[in-house]
């Protein structure tokens, strides 16, 4: 076989490939997206009168973009990022979490691990698109109703995506 054959089987796979794969399928959180849920999650703080910061993750648990409202809490960035984080990892709301997580749980003892990031209290969801987990939302900065509130106000923007 020569280089011109080769090349032209390659070819041919990589269309085939091509042409199988859905490109207009979300499957993972770009920037453009993490600045629409930002900025909705924001307006709805800004609402409830709580300075929120609020921090998405990618599919692989990696920080996409993180926005820390003005005068909120300095503590709030690491645990925010950390409920993005822990949804994107475990696909689950961090109020799922909570109640597994709880003594006797099946995951009693779950937030000592992966270097104490897992967040077992509310505020967190994953991003869902399709049936399939492309990143985590975290919001941190008021009561445990407040954040899980605010993060859930984001559904609406995550299903138009």
Do not use: W
């Not at 709030?76 to 709301?93: E, G, H, Q, R, V």
């Not at 961090?94 to 109640?99: A, F, G, R, S, V």
């Amino acid at each position: 076989m020569n280089e011109h054959e080769i090349a032209q089987i390659v070819q041919s796979v990589v269309r085939s490939v091509d042409q199988t794969h859905d490109h207009s399928r979300v499957t993972d959180v770009t920037l453009d997206m993490a600045k629409q849920l930002i900025a909705a999650v924001e307006q709805t703080a800004a609402q409830m009168g709580v300075n929120a910061v609020i921090a998405v993750a990618n599919k692989g648990a990696n920080p996409v973009a993180v926005h820390c409202m003005d005068n909120s809490y300095i503590a709030s960035y690491d645990i925010a990022f950390n409920k993005a984080y822990t949804c994107a990892a475990l696909k689950m709301p961090t109020t799922q979490l909570k109640q597994l997580a709880q003594p006797g749980g099946d995951l009693y003892g779950i937030q000592h691990t992966n270097n104490g990031r897992i967040v077992i209290f509310g505020g967190g969801i994953p991003i869902i698109k399709d049936g399939v987990c492309i990143g985590g939302l975290g919001v941190s900065g008021g009561s445990e109703a407040q954040d899980t509130a605010l993060a859930e106000s984001a559904q609406s923007v995550i299903d138009k995506l």
